[in-house]
């Protein structure tokens, strides 16, 4: 009888990832990281989902020497153990919401752990972005490895050098959170000042990336801003809330980085808490391609000509009929699932 | 290293011949003056009205010098400044005091350092005249002063119909923004040459670039910072590596993904984190002591500089590194004062404050700082606050004597101040002073 283990063929790709980051050859280590996948890729606590964002480092030091202004709470330092890398997760995953992030520095016989946090304001990018992503420039001082349920029961491994996702699930259409974010947030940015243009973008995907991991299912319609299409698409889908004065997420962003007082910065936080809120409402948030929120909660109705092959969930239908009412530069759609499905004008 | 060999190199200005010494035929060779304006300063001097007809020609050379440094945009200009107050939305007038306004003239090469050196001479000497101490003790500005003022005025400002920033300067400014110039390239050797002053100039430039320009022209300022930091980390003031530190911190905060990984790259190349600042903390003291040191170069600083060292003392005497410099300058100008005197009011602070400083702090600023310090070394070639200097070397800093970190010409001043030997304070600082601009 052919037998296929799950497990070995995970630590096998684990093994693999933790050679190319240089990760020095801990007996525990492999093991370790394997359980913190399994628990992270359905984490709850006290009955609520939790996504902890974790990275496990050999240099603690090293990692936070180039980010100076990060800001480390250690909570503790124990023997290396397999069993205490579950101990460390259920200690810090509670904490690792707003902008704070897990780690577990691994030594040869004690590994220590804690949450730290990079961001210096509202706009600076995310520890992930700095740490692994676009600004990771590590070196040889030390290896690192980032690990996010990013939706599905598919976990992100990333390093400096390899990354892979792990998906422990048998659903071929499982796609996972965020795929489809550089594409939203560059249509949202699409008209805004040059200036800020980079900045904004990098902001949105900060925002619209954190309320994707922690939503239910999302609709994102996104046009542009002009008055014709704005009543061509106040006319069309008249069920929800269009909001008297759009508020206008550029100008804040770009008053809080112009101006950098208390009073910009809160103004930028509050109303991208509310943004978050109202992205995670029921029914449709519109935004325009200038960076405005026009409206939130608003139910698709179908026009009458295109049910007949509409098939799916509410959700899927109602995606499919924004895409085909002409008042859009670009449609997004999360299910409850955590599926993504995108479509854009410029690409008929 | 002639002038000839520097990277960019000011005007030595307009020649006025030497038999002209009356104000009033001086001021004929002012060419970037109208004829009423000419004949308005003639006619003050006719008068004796010597004290008006100074400040009037000073008004009219700073105006001159404020409008040429106004053609860089006013981003350009608080990045040189390391001000982050200032940005394209500033008024020059009121953001740019006399006394930054020739340093960056200098600095750009609008005008040479000898002519720097004379202008900042002419600004304490104008402002302490019209200061208040000044009209109370019935001081008056002599037909002397009131020439020497006006002819380092119309020699370095307003001799010209058009005055400009150094050609060299501003075509590799431009190269710095539209090129990635290798280490090969013969203007690079030629500045990694050069002088801090060039060198420290150059980083202001890259920073400015990679802060306020954006696609292209801010690439090549990410690339060529990244590929100079290596050769010139060593040799520029520990001033600039802060601010190429706060640079990083900045651009982080802002989000700005180009500019912090240009600026993270470059300080890993140098192990160069140490200079990032952790916090704001030092945000607020920096700003206190700009604030102090801009008091004590403007009109009635013997007035003004009370309240202001009151509120830098206030922060506490725990000054955080980023800001350590700026403080000990700001207090240090204070308790040194210039060549009229010092603030009664603020003097006692800030001599109070720089005896918290630790003996290590002290050291520090010693052996890395005083050498590129070109405010402190300039005020050793007046006689008051040199005697100053020597008074705090003498009954708190006599340790600094033995010191095996100091550099040889920073030690030789230390023991030359502890011993009062004034003919070699003098020459050492002069040489220290030079040694920043001149090879």
Redesign the interface.
């Known amino acids: 009888m052919e037998e296929r283990s799950l497990r070995s063929q995970v630590m096998d790709l684990i093994g693999s990832f933790l050679f190319q980051e240089k990760f020095p050859n801990y007996s525990y280590l492999r093991e370790g990281i394997l359980d913190l996948i399994d628990s992270t890729s359905s984490y709850r606590e006290e009955g609520e989902e939790l996504y902890p964002e974790i990275f496990i480092t050999n240099n603690i030091k090293s990692v936070l020497?180039?980010l100076?202004?990060c800001k480390n709470v250690e909570i503790d330092k124990k023997t290396a153990s397999i069993k205490e890398f579950s101990n460390a997760l259920k200690l810090c995953a509670p904490l690792s919401v707003n902008g704070w992030v897990m780690y577990i520095n691994v030594e040869e016989e004690e590994i220590s752990y804690g949450v730290v946090s990079?961001e210096?304001?509202e706009?600076?990018?995310t520890f992930r972005?700095?740490a692994v992503g676009?600004?990771s420039?590590n070196?040889d001082d030390y290896s690192i490895a980032y690990l996010q349920n990013v939706g599905n029961k598919s976990v992100l491994l990333k390093g400096s050098e390899a990354s892979a996702l792990i998906r422990l699930t048998l659903n071929s259409k499982a796609t996972v959170h965020g795929q489809e974010l550089t594409n939203l947030c560059s249509s949202i940015t699409q008209d805004v000042e040059?200036?800020y243009k980079?900045?904004a973008q990098?902001?949105f995907e900060k925002i619209i990336g954190n309320t994707l991991i922690v939503g239910h299912g999302n609709l994102i319609g996104v046009i542009k801003d002009n008055e014709e299409k704005i009543v061509s698409l106040k006319n069309r889908h008249n069920d929800g809330i269009y909001l008297a004065k759009p508020i206008d997420m550029y100008e804040f962003l770009a008053a809080s980085?112009?101006e950098k007082t208390r009073e910009a910065c809160t103004s930028n936080r509050l109303f991208s808490s509310l943004l978050e809120s109202m992205l995670n409402h029921d029914g449709m948030t519109v935004l325009t391609t200038s960076g405005k929120v026009l409206g939130y909660h608003i139910f698709v109705q179908p026009q009458g000509n295109e049910e007949s092959d509409l098939v799916g969930g509410a959700r899927t239908r109602a995606f499919e009929i924004m895409k085909r009412s002409e008042c859009f530069e670009l449609c997004f759609y999360k299910s409850q699932d955590g599926n993504e499905k995108i479509w854009s004008k410029a690409d008929v | 290293m002639s002038n000839k060999e520097l990277v960019w190199v000011g005007p030595s200005g307009t020649l006025i011949p030497t038999n002209c010494s009356e104000p009033q035929d001086i001021v004929a060779y002012a060419n970037g003056l109208n004829t009423k304006q000419k004949k308005d300063i003639a006619r003050a001097f006719e008068h004796e009205a010597y004290d008006m007809g100074a400040e009037y020609t000073w008004r009219r050379a700073m105006v001159r010098l404020k409008s040429t440094l106004k053609t860089l945009g006013m981003g350009f200009i608080g990045e040189m400044l390391n001000n982050e107050d200032i940005d394209e939305y500033s008024n020059i007038d009121i953001v740019l005091n006399d006394y930054s306004a020739i340093s960056l003239a200098e600095q750009l090469g609008a005008i040479n350092s000898t002519g720097a050196l004379k202008l900042r001479h002419a600004l304490e000497m104008i402002s302490h005249f019209l200061s208040d101490e000044a009209e109370k003790n019935n001081e008056e500005l002599s037909k002397i002063d009131a020439s020497a003022l006006v002819s380092s005025c119309v020699k370095y400002v307003l001799g010209e119909t058009d005055i400009s920033i150094a050609i060299e300067f501003s075509e590799l400014r431009n190269r710095l923004f539209s090129e990635t110039l290798p280490l090969s390239d013969p203007q690079i050797e030629q500045l990694l040459g050069s002088p801090p002053f060039y060198i420290k100039t150059v980083v202001s430039v890259l920073l400015s670039g990679i802060k306020n320009e954006q696609g292209a022209a801010q690439e090549h300022a990410v690339r060529n910072l990244s590929i100079l930091i290596q050769p010139i980390w060593n040799h520029i003031p520990e001033k600039d590596k802060w601010q190429i530190g706060n640079a990083y911190r900045d651009a982080t905060a802002a989000g700005d993904i180009s500019a912090t990984k240009g600026l993270k790259t470059a300080l890993l190349k140098v192990k160069g984190f140490d200079y990032v600042p952790e916090n704001l903390r030092s945000s607020t003291f920096k700003k206190a002591a700009k604030s102090l040191i801009d008091a004590h170069f403007t009109m009635n600083n013997f007035y003004t500089e009370g309240p202001l060292v009151a509120n830098l003392s206030k922060l506490g005497s725990s000054i955080p590194a980023p800001a350590f410099i700026d403080c000990v300058q700001a207090y240090l100008c204070v308790y040194l004062g210039n060549s009229y005197g010092v603030s009664n009011v603020a003097f006692s602070t800030a001599k109070v404050e720089l005896l918290k400083i630790t003996e290590d702090r002290w050291r520090y600023y010693f052996s890395k700082v005083l050498a590129t310090d070109e405010i402190i070394l300039a005020k050793l070639f007046n006689e008051k606050p040199k005697n100053r200097f020597k008074t705090l070397i003498q009954g708190h800093l006599s340790y600094l004597v033995e010191s095996e970190s100091l550099n040889t010409d920073i030690l030789k001043l230390v023991q030359a101040l502890n011993d009062g030997n004034d003919s070699r304070i003098s020459g050492i600082s002069h040489k220290l002073y030079q040694k920043i601009r001149e090879k």
């Open positions: 020497e180039t100076p202004f990079s210096i304001s706009l600076s990018p972005t700095q676009e600004l420039q070196g040059s200036q980079e900045i990098s902001y980085e112009v």
